[in-house]
């Protein structure tokens, strides 16, 4: 009975280098932006309906932003207050401007 040494399929995998294909030239290749090339597989009903539904779900956020990014939460709540807070008062002139302000 072995009790220890090299077991075969033990260890880290090996890395093998991935295969690039080189285009002969520029334009043999269709210069497309990422965006216009996943909304060109979407629009395209010659494609597997899973590639597009693949496609349209990554190009999604480019497209709408989602509405939780405009929230206004309780930091930017307490921010506006503090800029606020001497705008009527007899120190006004004092304080200075706004810097949110520009002039």
Known sequence: MAKGGARPGAGRPRKYPVAMTIPA???AVQQL???DFL???FRDNRVN???RMRAAIAALPFCHPR???NRFGKRDAA???AYAAGENSEWADELGA???IAN
Request: proline share 14%; no cysteine; hydrophobic share 45%.
């Open 79 to 81: 921010l506006e207050n």
């Open 25 to 27: 030239s520029p334009s």
């Open 98 to 100: 706004d810097p949110r």
């Open 39 to 41: 909304m060109a597989i």
């Open 33 to 35: 932006m990422p965006l």
């Open 67 to 69: 509405l939780a990014d």
């Open 49 to 51: 309906l899973d590639y």
